[in-house]
């Protein structure tokens, strides 16, 4: 599978009630490490935003609330309520949705999925390198069959 960043996965995946809060619990894997500092990325930029290719690969390799964390740092720094915003805050949305999937809250997960879908841009097709109609789709099938979700591809050379 495409690695978009080179950045080293975490030594587990945090799952509800199963791993340490990776933050708050001294034997987590992020435990003690500094705040992320927010990050903008724009349509320009985003082939070189490192939260975000970070936090596809995260996403597209299950570790959801990791990859959570890493959008976050995108939407803090983008905005809450712009466009931008409301994308980075929609994949954390979605990425929480599975995460409460992979721990059999099926009820959570569809509404968290819902809620992230909801808030991604309609137009245009193409946002941060990501083609939103199939991804949608791809996501909500996954999301009946309690699947797997599917990999986030990025069309990174055809986005200059």
Same mark, same amino acid.
């Given at each position: 599978?495409?690695?978009?960043?080179?950045?080293?996965?975490?030594?587990?995946?945090?799952?509800?009630?199963r791993?340490?809060?990776?933050?708050r619990?001294?034997?987590?894997?992020?435990?003690?490490?500094?705040?992320?500092?927010?990050?903008?990325?724009?349509?320009?930029?985003?082939p070189?935003?490192?939260?975000?290719?970070?936090?596809?690969?995260?996403?597209?390799?299950?570790?959801?609330?990791?990859?959570?964390? %890493?959008?976050?740092? *995108?939407? #803090?720094?983008?905005?809450?309520?712009?466009?931008?915003?409301?994308? +980075?805050? /929609? $994949?954390?949305?979605?990425?929480?949705?599975?995460?409460?999937?992979?721990?059999?809250?099926?009820?959570? %997960?569809?509404?968290l *999925?819902? #809620?992230?879908?909801?808030?991604?841009?309609?137009?245009?097709?193409? +946002?941060? /390198? $990501?083609?939103?109609?199939?991804?949608?789709?791809?996501?909500?099938?996954?999301?009946?069959?309690?699947?797997?979700?599917?990999?986030?591809e #990025?069309?990174?050379?055809?986005?200059?």
């Amino acid at each position: 599978m495409r690695r978009y960043s080179d950045q080293p996965f975490p030594a587990y995946r945090h799952r509800l009630d199963r791993t340490p809060h990776p933050t708050r619990d001294p034997r987590g894997h992020s435990y003690g490490l500094p705040e992320p500092i927010p990050l903008s990325c724009s349509q320009r930029n985003w082939p070189g935003c490192e939260p975000y290719l970070y936090g596809v690969d995260l996403f597209n390799h299950g570790y959801f609330w990791e990859a959570h964390t %890493a959008f976050e740092q *995108v939407w #803090l720094a983008e905005g809450r309520e712009t466009v931008n915003g409301l994308f +980075f805050q /929609g $994949l954390i949305q979605i990425a929480a949705g599975f995460l409460k999937l992979a721990g059999g809250e099926p009820d959570n %997960a569809r509404m968290l *999925v819902e #809620l992230g879908i909801e808030k991604l841009p309609t137009e245009p097709e193409v +946002f941060f /390198g $990501l083609q939103l109609s199939p991804f949608i789709t791809r996501i909500r099938e996954s999301l009946e069959n309690e699947a797997i979700p599917p990999i986030i591809e #990025l069309q990174i050379e055809n986005s200059f």
